[in-house]
């Protein structure tokens, strides 16, 4: 059984958790997330992080061309470009339909991710995680590590990640 954690439970970490949950017998699925609730950006006024969002936001691409493959908005829902609420009620049904949450535990902040080893092209990850209702910092190793932190939180891609990735690949990141 191979061990993935997964950091973020925005649509990008969600859309992440769905996939490899498709897996199940092969793959045992942890993602961690700041807030105590799914959606990412989607969701306005989270006290557990500085959210971007705003009260009168709506998206600017039309919902038929941003759902999850194989999961539609609503068929109710005729307008378009959709106020952040439903966004969020949507990607909200779409982590409880497809049973996601069973894989997430909420309130934990990802600080640190760490190559332990490297043979054959198989790594070995050591991540580094704090419990915020406790303050208790855990240490889970796994196989292999998905970041779906968003853009809004690159700079803790960049802390977490940068010295590792850009030497394993020989890469400079760049960030918007
Ligand atoms: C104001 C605004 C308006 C937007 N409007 C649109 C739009 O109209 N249409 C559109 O398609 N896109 C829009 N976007 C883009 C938006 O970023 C994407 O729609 C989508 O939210 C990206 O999903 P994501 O999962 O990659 O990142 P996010 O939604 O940012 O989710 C990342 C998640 O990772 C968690 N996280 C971060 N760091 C850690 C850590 N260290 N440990 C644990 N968890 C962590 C965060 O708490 C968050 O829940 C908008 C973005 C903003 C900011």
Redesign the pocket.
Known sequence: MKEVVI???????LAAIRSLSKYKDEVKITA????DRVG???VNRDPY?NS??YDN?R???PKEI?GYPGFPFPADIKESFLPHRMILEYIESFAKHFQLYQHIQFR???LNVDIISSVKGKERWNVMVRNEKTGAITNKKCDAVIV??????SI?LKLICQGQLSRMFKIKLSYN
Not at 7 to 13: F, K, L, M
């Open positions: 950091i973020g439970a925005g649509p990008s970490g961690y997330e700041v807030s990412g950006v989607w992080k971007p969002m936001l998206a600017n691409f941003i934990h902040t990802v779906a932190i968003g853009f809004v939180h803790v």
